[in-house]
């Protein structure tokens, strides 16, 4: 099941798996993930693969 946090830095504080995943994203990926509502780890990657596929084009 897909625990719901408050927000990112809390999600990261509470899911090692998110962590680690977050570590892995470039800087720059990073810094808009910040800016961004989420809440979930499934929201987090998707996220993170959104802004991966705008920075290709």
Do not use: G
């Amino acid at each position: 099941m897909n625990e719901v946090h408050l927000c990112l830095s809390d999600l990261l504080d509470q899911d090692l798996t998110a962590f680690e995943y977050f570590q892995t994203l470039a800087p720059s990926v990073q810094t808009e993930l910040q800016n961004s509502e989420i809440a979930t780890f499934e929201e987090l990657q998707v996220c993170a693969n959104q802004i991966k596929s705008k920075k290709k084009r």
